[in-house]
């Protein structure tokens, strides 16, 4: 942290700003919901970096190309469900991905629209598998396979809880916020 002269906190302190740390916090290091979240940063905002300068695309439309790799004509609302984005995200990557040509739309019964790689988008997801690979070997250099192993299994117990999640979330925007 940047070191802070006495002035400075004399100054935060006759404001009647907070100068000392509270007594409940969260330490980073062992609340799982902060290492996960700057873990997916990292890993979002390199991979946009290095996906915008490689093919002119970010880390959501990546997701998306990817995951048509997997689900060649799945909706964008199975997208959302694949990938666990909301439909504002994927509807700016699928526009994206659609003007750029990496990826087509043909409709369906009752206003459903199935989505494609087109070759353009088979190629920029090829471009960009040894890249993803590479970052994913990168992140497990100093664990074992067995850890590797464990990881991905503890994962994905852990996405197992959403609906719990949720449910809790569900409850607390149903109250009434605290009065202030």
């Known amino acids: 942290m940047t070191d802070r002269s006495a002035e400075i906190t004399a100054r935060a302190a006759a404001k009647g700003l ?21 873990l997916s940063n990292l890993l979002v905002w390199g991979g946009s970096r290095v996906f915008h300068h490689l093919h002119g695309v970010g880390t959501n439309e990546w997701r ?23 439909k504002s995200v994927a509807s700016k990557s699928v526009n994206a991905l659609l003007d750029r040509g990496m ?12 989505l494609y790689l087109t070759p353009e988008g088979a190629i920029v997801h090829d471009d960009f598998m040894p890249v993803a690979l590479e970052r994913q070997a990168i992140l497990h250099e100093s664990l ?27 409850r607390i925007l149903s109250a009434p916020p605290p009065e202030r």
Do not use: K, W
């Open 18 to 38: 907070i100068v000392d740390p509270l007594p409940a916090t969260i330490d980073r290091d062992t609340y799982t919901p902060a290492l996960l979240g700057l």
């Open 64 to 86: 998306l190309i990817s995951a048509l790799g997997n689900h060649p004509g799945a909706t964008a609302a199975e997208l959302c469900g694949i990938l666990g984005i909301n």
């Open 103 to 114: 990826i087509e739309q043909l409709n369906g019964p009752r206003g459903s629209r199935f």
């Open 144 to 170: 074992s396979v067995d850890e590797v192993r464990q990881l991905n299994a503890l994962l994905v117990r852990m996405l197992d809880a959403e609906s719990s999640l949720q449910e809790y979330e569900r």
